[in-house]
């Protein structure tokens, strides 16, 4: 890692970084699903990673990463951005994607699902892996978030999505993650869009958000 020199470790203009921010249940992974599909980037879901880590054999964080999601509390920032990093690195050095536009010879693009969640992680992130060059922010009220987990969670086997868990994710966010949001916002690089529409109509928001920053880069 470059923390020691102070310089981010890659080139914002060969590893495009977006990060898709929003309450719990505000469709961040939905939306992120569609945009793979249209634009060439790669899903870095936060969560999917924390998760994952958390049943790899011989993790020295499994039972930590558990009790914090259970919490609704964040994880320290080491481990989420050790993960995101390796996963950036094996992207980039992956053959799987170098034929793919805009990937290839240190080049990538990537959604960053639920991260940063707190300003720390914003900052620590910026300067030692790369700043992202767009935010999308998906506002929802929490009842409609409620909604969705309580009947997502009579299927997904997610350990947060119950209603004590979804109540303590929904203060950590408002406690914790907006205020990310907030000093995003004031550098002018957040695209608000309303979670609370059908998929469709909040995909097409995102799409233009995407295409009047990124002009030439959707592939479909
Ligand atoms: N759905 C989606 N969009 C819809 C729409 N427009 N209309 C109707 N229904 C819609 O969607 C949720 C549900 O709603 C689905 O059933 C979907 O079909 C439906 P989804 O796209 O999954 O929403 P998303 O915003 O991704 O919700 P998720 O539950 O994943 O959000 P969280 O932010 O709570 O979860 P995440 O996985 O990011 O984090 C979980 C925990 O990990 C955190 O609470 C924290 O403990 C930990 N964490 C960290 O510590 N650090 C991190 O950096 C990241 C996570
Ligand atoms: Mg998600």
Redesign the pocket.
């Known amino acids: 890692m470059s923390s020691q020199n102070s310089a981010p470790e890659y080139d914002a203009k060969k590893v495009v970084v977006v990060f898709v921010l ?11 699903a569609r945009l793979v599909r249209d634009y060439g980037f790669l899903h870095l ?4 990673l ?2 994952a880590e958390q049943t790899r054999p011989g993790s020295q964080y499994g039972a930590m ?1 558990a009790e ?2 259970k ?5 320290p ?1 080491e481990v ?1 951005i050790g993960l995101l990093r390796n996963a950036i690195q094996e992207a980039l050095e992956s053959n799987a994607t170098s034929d793919k536009e805009g990937w290839g010879n240190g080049h990538g693009r990537f959604l960053i ?5 707190k300003l720390d ?1 914003l900052f620590k992130f910026e300067e030692t892996v790369v700043p992202a060059q767009l935010t999308l922010f ?1 506002y929802c009220t929490e009842e409609v978030m409620l909604k ?2 309580l ?2 969670g009579e299927t ?1 086997g ?1 350990a ?2 119950n209603i004590e868990s979804i109540k303590k ?1 929904f203060r ?2 408002v406690e914790t993650s907006m205020p990310v949001v907030d000093c995003l916002r004031k550098r002018d690089v957040v695209a608000e869009v309303d ?5 469709d ?2 995909y097409d928001h995102i799409c233009q958000a995407m295409n009047a920053k990124f002009h030439q880069i959707s592939t479909s």
């Open positions: 929003g309450g719990p249940g505000s469709g961040k992974g939905t939306q992120c879901s936060a969560g999917d924390l998760r990463i914090y999601i919490d609704g509390k964040i994880v920032m989420t699902d639920g991260f940063p969640r992680q998906l969705r987990l009947l997502r997904s997610r947060d999505d994710r950590t966010f979670g609370t529409k059908p998929v109509d909040v």
